[in-house]
């Protein structure tokens, strides 16, 4: 059981490029989200899902995109990285009955 | 908006003493609140899980109490070990799933 895996570990990106973070997990939860982790500052929303085809914009949502095809996957798309969204990634899932939330490993991205 | 509060914000304390930390939270009408460990350069790793209806949770030498109308969550840990150095994460849970997390306590335990 894999649980939350995403990809790539590590990234980092030029000013104005764009790339695409990878989340997927294999318990068949309907709710998966995105935070970002900045020293001092906690974890904070960027995007969630309730399930396929449904997304809704978080606390942190500006620079970001996410689409939801199937219930396993949940990408985050950077449109154009700009230094401040140097961050540690994090992916989420959890039934939606609101019960334990899983993590993935988390995605280190350097924009410089 | 909730808010979501730890203190301290780190703990130095000897091996085999108890840990207490402590988690507080602006808007009591929360769904579930979770407790999570993260190593350094690490993932979130899941410890506890307490539901609204609950006033504690237990998992081996954790222990995790809830009270709702105060906006308080407790987290004990016994007899700590070095192996419990890490950051520990509060995160209330609210009625639409969202999860909002305080900035952690970084617990060290000295051997």
């Known amino acids: 059981n894999a649980g939350v895996t995403q990809t790539p570990k590590f990234q980092v990106l030029k000013t104005g490029q764009s790339m695409t973070l990878q989340c997927a997990q294999d318990?068949?939860?309907?709710?998966m989200s995105w935070y970002r982790q900045d020293p001092g500052m906690g974890l904070r929303l960027i995007h969630y899902?309730?399930?396929?085809?449904?997304?809704d914009q978080g606390e942190v949502p500006n620079g970001y995109n996410v689409s939801r095809s199937t219930t396993e996957d949940f990408p985050l798309r950077l449109l154009s990285a700009a230094p401040s969204q140097t961050s540690v990634y994090f992916c989420?899932?959890?039934?939606?009955?609101?019960?334990?939330?899983?993590f993935g490993q988390g995605t280190r991205l350097t924009v410089v | 908006k909730q808010e979501v509060t730890q203190i301290p914000a780190a703990l130095s304390v000897p091996e085999g003493e108890n840990l207490v930390l402590n988690c507080s939270f602006t808007d009591s009408a929360i769904y579930n609140l979770q407790w999570f460990r993260q190593d350094p350069g690490k993932g979130l790793t899941s410890l506890l899980l307490i539901q609204s209806s609950q006033r504690e949770q237990t998992s081996g030498r954790l222990n995790a109490s809830l009270d709702k109308s105060s906006g308080r969550s407790t987290l004990y840990i016994a007899a700590s070990q070095p192996g419990d150095s890490a950051t520990y994460l509060c995160?209330?849970?609210?009625?639409?799933?969202?999860?909002?997390f305080g900035a952690g306590t970084t617990v060290t335990v000295r051997a």
């Open positions: 995160a209330v849970i609210s009625n639409d799933y969202k999860l909002s």
């Open positions: 318990m068949n939860h309907e709710y």
């Open positions: 899902s309730v399930g396929a085809g449904i997304t």
């Open positions: 989420a899932s959890s039934h939606r009955d609101g019960n334990e939330a899983f």
